[in-house]
């Protein structure tokens, strides 16, 4: 099979399922054995948009999604670039302990953190909840600025420096632009991943926080295939507006950093 075959295989398998939802969700009288919908109509949609918790699942989706990508990134930035440009004992160690969590039942992670979050009074607020999503997050973040990391050539900075540059002036003026399309898809990944996240959101959350996958979860169990449709476009716009704006970082190379020789 060519690479342009795959890509359309890829491609179509993406789209089915949002071209499904987008009929559910507007399809009417549509039974068993008829092959179309008696008619189509928006009301159910637009119901969901206008309902106040759907709003607030969204709201606070959005909030923590958000606060983890830029969590994720003031975390995993530093991070991957000690293990990364730092040759020192114990790196493989500390970098198998980073992967750690990826292998971890998040239940088991749930439970166990929700009686220390209980302590600490973070449960059944967002900044719990935030911190709880980096676990799963950090991982996949600490590996794709690693992996740019690994190519990058620290003379830049230290000729910046040497031109009287300050730390954050190099910072800013040459790390952040050579590293941009790392941070981009670092950030936009630690987003998908937060966004997603249903077990450890309901027990951190306990039930004050009430996010997207969790109604959408909700009305899965009650069979409702127009609802969940519904739900489900709601669920995966941001997604694909977040991924369309950040479209051309991702069509970018691993690293925006030059090679090291």
């Given at each position: 099979?060519s690479?342009r075959?795959?890509?359309?295989?890829?491609?179509?398998?993406?789209?089915?399922?949002i071209a499904?939802f987008?009929?559910?969700?507007?399809?009417q009288?549509w039974f068993?054995?008829?092959?179309?919908?008696?008619r189509w109509?928006?009301?159910?949609?637009l119901r969901?948009?206008?309902d106040?918790?759907?709003?607030?699942?969204f709201?606070?989706?959005?909030v923590?999604?958000?606060g983890v990508s830029?969590?994720a990134l003031?975390?995993?930035y530093?991070?991957?670039?000690?293990?990364?440009?730092?040759?020192?004992r114990?790196?493989?160690?500390i970098?198998?302990?980073?992967?750690?969590?990826t292998?971890v039942p998040?239940v088991?992670?749930?439970?166990?953190?929700?009686i220390?979050?209980l302590?600490?009074?973070?449960?059944g607020?967002?900044?719990g909840?935030?911190?709880?999503?980096?676990i799963p997050v950090l991982p996949y973040?600490?590996?794709?600025l690693?992996?740019?990391l690994?190519?990058?050539?620290?003379?830049?900075?230290?000729?910046?420096?040497?031109?009287?540059?300050?730390?954050?002036?190099v910072?800013?003026?040459v790390?952040?632009?050579?590293l941009?399309p790392?941070?981009?898809?670092?950030?936009?990944?630690?987003?998908?991943i937060s966004?997603s996240?249903?077990?450890l959101?309901l027990l951190?959350?306990?039930?004050k926080i009430?996010?997207l996958p969790m109604?959408l979860f909700?009305?899965?169990s009650g069979g409702?295939?127009s609802?969940?449709?519904?739900l489900?476009?709601i669920?995966i716009?941001?997604l694909l507006?977040?991924l369309g704006l950040?479209?051309?970082?991702?069509?970018?190379?691993?690293?925006?950093?030059?090679p090291r020789?």
């Amino acid at each position: 099979m060519s690479y342009r075959k795959l890509v359309l295989l890829l491609a179509f398998l993406l789209i089915v399922p949002i071209a499904i939802f987008l009929v559910y969700a507007f399809a009417q009288g549509w039974f068993f054995p008829a092959l179309w919908p008696e008619r189509w109509d928006s009301e159910l949609f637009l119901r969901q948009l206008r309902d106040p918790q759907v709003r607030r699942g969204f709201e606070q989706s959005l909030v923590v999604a958000t606060g983890v990508s830029g969590l994720a990134l003031l975390l995993g930035y530093p991070a991957a670039r000690v293990l990364e440009l730092q040759q020192f004992r114990g790196r493989g160690l500390i970098y198998g302990l980073f992967f750690l969590p990826t292998v971890v039942p998040s239940v088991a992670t749930g439970i166990g953190l929700n009686i220390v979050f209980l302590r600490l009074d973070l449960a059944g607020t967002l900044f719990g909840v935030m911190l709880v999503h980096l676990i799963p997050v950090l991982p996949y973040v600490v590996l794709t600025l690693g992996s740019s990391l690994a190519h990058y050539d620290r003379n830049y900075e230290h000729q910046a420096a040497v031109l009287g540059a300050s730390p954050w002036l190099v910072f800013w003026r040459v790390s952040l632009p050579l590293l941009l399309p790392s941070l981009v898809v670092a950030g936009v990944l630690a987003f998908l991943i937060s966004w997603s996240q249903y077990v450890l959101s309901l027990l951190i959350g306990g039930g004050k926080i009430i996010t997207l996958p969790m109604l959408l979860f909700s009305a899965a169990s009650g069979g409702n295939y127009s609802l969940i449709a519904s739900l489900s476009l709601i669920f995966i716009a941001p997604l694909l507006l977040l991924l369309g704006l950040v479209a051309r970082y991702l069509g970018s190379p691993a690293t925006g950093a030059t090679p090291r020789p």
